[in-house]
């Protein structure tokens, strides 16, 4: 039987298989970055980290429910110090993703500036998109604001210069995806994940007439297959939009291989898992690999060079 290929190589990142975990679920500590390290995840990304640790907000913070998930964790991370010292003394057989998220630009250049001084980092993803922050509650999401973004850019890329990605929030209309898409195209960025939770939603408890998280009075970023169609109409027109050689790594709605191949479909690289990871544990990326080479087999594909982008339209 002929061997089927799930590799797939993010702008000269290579990774041995194009599912890996998503930026905030169960990477933020030594044992849970260890675990991702040894599982058949293509690569490790880490919690979104700050200059200093933060405990993050008060709890309930996160709620499941079939459809998906609701949270505002408030970035708890262990500073990037942590990270850095992790990433130097076990030093991963796997492409190494450091998610940074500042909370504010000054921030975000520290944070960059030292990663910039760090030889093992594959590449920084740049969050431009936590909905979850008290302390920004009188501010939009950053990659909501196409000047504001711009312009970090324009600053940042004069003294960066190793790959970097941004995560993206969803976008809802052609014209931000594509505006976006304008600014991004005119740096040397090395791949875009998208998407983000859907920022502000609502879950009700219906038994005790309250919301079911406790943080921001109960609005908080939804993830899990219920934003799966939102996540792929990203991948799909940020494909269309993005320069050729800008990845990018979808997010959203993950739970099965069928998921895994539709992202692709729409032009996705490699796929990241959150919710399903949380709900599952590490034996996601096996079950996950095992479904998606399942469906690949059926289609007598041997690649995901063989599909990827070419989603048909009727
Ligand atoms: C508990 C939790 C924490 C998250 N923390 C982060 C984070 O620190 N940085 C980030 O970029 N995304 C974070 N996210 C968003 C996920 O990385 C992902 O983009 C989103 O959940 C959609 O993927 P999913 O449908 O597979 O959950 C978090 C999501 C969850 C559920």
Redesign the pocket.
């Known amino acids: 039987m002929k061997k089927i290929d799930i590799s797939s190589n993010i702008n000269g990142i290579k990774l041995t298989s194009c599912i890996m975990n998503?930026?905030?679920?169960l990477c933020c500590t030594e044992k849970e970055l260890s675990e991702i390290m040894m599982s058949s995840s293509g690569a490790v990304v880490t919690?979104?980290c700050t200059m200093i640790p933060r405990e993050g907000n008060l709890e309930p913070r996160?709620f499941k429910w079939n459809m998906?998930?609701i949270?505002s964790?408030g970035?708890p991370?262990l500073g990037i110090d942590f990270y850095l010292n992790f990433l130097e003394k076990k030093k991963p057989k796997k492409p190494f993703f450091l998610?940074i998220?500042g909370l504010s630009i000054e921030e975000n250049y520290q944070l960059i500036r030292k990663a910039n001084l760090s030889p093992n980092i594959n590449a920084i993803?740049l969050?431009l998109?936590?909905p979850n922050l008290i302390e920004k509650k009188d501010q939009g999401l950053l990659g909501y604001d196409f000047y504001k973004t711009s312009d970090f850019l324009d600053n940042l890329f004069k003294f960066y210069k190793k790959p970097l990605g941004v995560?993206l929030p969803p976008y809802f209309e052609d014209f931000h995806i594509k505006k976006m898409a304008f600014i991004l195209n005119q740096f040397p960025i090395c791949f875009v994940?998208c998407?983000?939770?859907l920022p502000n939603g609502l879950f009700i408890d219906i038994n005790h007439e309250t919301t079911v998280i406790h943080p921001k009075k109960g609005f908080g970023?939804i993830?899990?297959?219920i934003?799966?169609p939102f996540?792929l109409a990203n991948i799909r027109k940020f494909y269309i939009y993005l320069r050729k050689d800008i990845s990018i790594i979808g997010?959203?709605?993950?739970c099965s291989g069928k998921d895994v191949f539709e992202h692709i479909l729409c032009g996705a690289s490699a796929v990241?898992?959150?919710?399903?990871?949380?709900q599952e544990g590490i034996q996601v990326f096996d079950r996950l690999k095992k479904e998606f080479i399942s469906i690949l087999r059926k289609k007598n594909y041997f690649s995901i060079e063989n599909f990827k982008g070419q989603l048909n339209v009727i």
């Open positions: 998503a930026s905030g679920v919690k979104s996160y998906g998930s949270n964790m970035l991370n998610s998220s993803e969050n998109s936590c995560k994940t998407i983000n939770s970023g993830g899990g297959s934003i799966k996540a997010c959203g709605g993950i990241q898992v959150g919710t399903q990871f949380f």
